[in-house]
């Protein structure tokens, strides 16, 4: 049911499609959307100091069964904005 990776763009309607199966992102007409949102997204990671890890979180279910990899507490990677001090911004983001 889930994709592993995950699609770099992903883009839903919700009101059609409530489960989110059906990924627009890479359909035909959905360029116009997917810039506006890509533009925000930029926007907004500027102003909260936001960043994409590095290093990722690994999962810490098996995508499958839905069991736990690892007893315990689950290893972290990086955290989003870290190396760029977003614990530090007290911005809003774009409105």
């Given at each position: 049911?889930?994709l592993?990776?995950?699609?770099?763009?992903?883009?839903?309607?919700?009101?059609?499609?409530?489960?989110?199966?059906?990924?627009l992102a890479?359909?035909p007409?959905?360029?116009?959307?997917?810039q506006?949102?890509?533009?925000l997204?930029d926007?907004?990671?500027?102003?909260?100091?936001?960043?994409?890890?590095?290093?990722?979180?690994?999962?810490?279910?098996?995508?499958?069964?839905?069991?736990?990899?690892?007893?315990?507490?689950p290893?972290?990677?990086?955290?989003?904005?870290k190396?760029?001090?977003?614990?530090?911004?007290?911005?809003?983001?774009?409105?």
């Open positions: 049911m889930f592993s990776p995950r699609p770099r763009e992903e883009l839903y309607r919700p009101a059609d499609d409530p489960l989110q199966l059906r990924n890479q359909e007409g959905h360029e116009a959307v997917l506006r949102l890509s533009k997204l926007e907004w990671m500027e102003e909260t100091a936001d960043a994409v890890p590095e290093d990722l979180s690994p999962d810490g279910y098996d995508r499958e069964t839905g069991k736990p990899f690892v007893k315990g507490a290893v972290r990677g990086t955290w989003p904005g190396p760029r001090g977003a614990h530090l911004v007290n911005a809003s983001g774009p409105r």
